[in-house]
Structures are given as structure tokens and as C-alpha cells.
Nanobody, 125 residues
């Protein structure tokens, strides 16, 4: 059974860090691109970071470059999003998504086929 499950969200103060995890059950991530997306209340779902497993190519939204890092543990079939220097505007529900592709990943939500249920990240003092 194909399943995507995120975890690691929570409440953090501005300037703090969180590490999100995405476990992709039933997938061989060697053949997939993985993306992290987020959706703030009243907002559109937007791409944050993505990783193409085959090539290791990553892509980041401009606003998170230098603060967020996407990585993968093949042995655990898990993808991570390390988020540092968090800002209140990073507050959102964060989703992990999977796309069957060897092409360099893109931050387009319509290109992804499998989604998790999301994990809430709140940045507030």
C-alpha cells in the first residue's frame, strides 16, 4: 500500500528550528521526486523544496533558500526538511508529496501524485 506520512511539526519561537520527516511506505524513492509544500490559512499550497532522488538535484523556493534543507535517508525511505531561522511567515501546514520522475524536480503541486495528510508548523513567540 502506498502511503505518505509526515511528522515533526509543532510550535517554535521565531529564529528556532524544526525538522520534518516524511515516511514513504510502498515506494522505492530511487525512482521518485519528493517535494515539500505548505499552505497557510487562506492561502494557496506552495512549493517549498524538492529533491530528485536519482540525481540528488534540489530546488528551493526563494524565501527559504539558506534556511531550509531537504535530504533523504534511503535506508529508512524517509525524506527530511530541516528548517532553521524560522519566521512567523513560515507558519503553515506542511505537506510531503511524491512524484514518479527522473527529471529534475519542480515546485508545482499539480505535478505530484501522492500526498501526505500534513503537519502543522507554527512560528510564534
Amino acid at each position: 500500500q502506498l502511503q505518505v506520512v509526515e511528522s515533526g511539526g509543532g510550535l517554535v519561537q521565531p529564529g528556532g528550528s524544526l525538522k520534518l520527516s516524511c515516511v514513504a511506505s510502498g515506494f522505492n524513492l530511487d525512482y521518485y521526486a519528493i517535494g515539500w509544500f505548505r499552505q497557510a490559512p487562506g492561502g494557496e499550497r506552495e512549493g517549498v523544496a524538492c529533491l530528485t532522488s536519482d540525481s540528488g538535484i534540489t530546488n528551493y523556493q526563494t524565501s527559504v533558500k539558506g534556511r531550509f534543507t531537504i535530504s533523504r535517508d534511503g535506508a529508512k525511505n524517509t525524506v527530511y526538511l530541516q528548517m532553521n531561522s524560522l519566521k512567523p511567515e513560515d507558519t503553515a501546514v506542511y505537506y510531503c508529496a511524491i512524484r514518479y520522475s527522473f527529471r529534475p524536480c519542480i515546485l508545482d503541486k499539480y505535478e505530484y501524485d501522492y500526498w501526505g495528510q500534513g503537519t502543522q508548523v507554527t512560528v510564534s513567540s
